[in-house]
Nanobody
């Protein structure tokens, strides 16, 4: 049972990037999927959470209007679409599995290994 986050990289300010979260060993659409990030020297913070249906997304104020999430039709992958990226978005991004959508890390039991996003010119 594991999650794998991928798609990170270097992007210029104002650019876009799409991260992927794939699951193995369990059915992805049975669970809420949260995206978190952790910048150097800072605590891990919630970015957004997508419901099992994909119809509800809960956003952190810092990413509203810029980030969104979706589930693919094959129900194997959750995406984090990041637009209008800022240097302050630089962090390691993680996806995590939960039974509820929450901004707290303790609500999630399975975590991906993280993928680094660097926003810099």
């Amino acid at each position: 049972v594991q999650l794998q986050a991928s798609g990170g990289g270097l992007v210029q300010p104002g650019g876009s990037l799409r991260l992927s979260c794939t699951a193995s060993g369990f059915t992805l659409d049975y669970y809420m999927i949260g995206w978190f990030r952790q910048a150097p020297g800072k605590e891990r913070e919630g970015v957004l959470c997508i419901s099992t249906s994909g119809l509800r997304i809960y956003y952190a104020d810092s990413v509203k209007g810029r980030f969104t999430a979706s589930r693919d039709k094959d129900k194997t992958t959750v995406y984090l679409q990041m637009n209008s990226l800022k240097p302050g978005d630089t962090a390691v991004y993680y996806c995590a599995r939960g039974d509820v959508c929450s901004g707290g890390v303790s609500s999630y039991d399975i975590w991906g290994q993280g993928t680094l996003v660097t926003v810099s010119s």
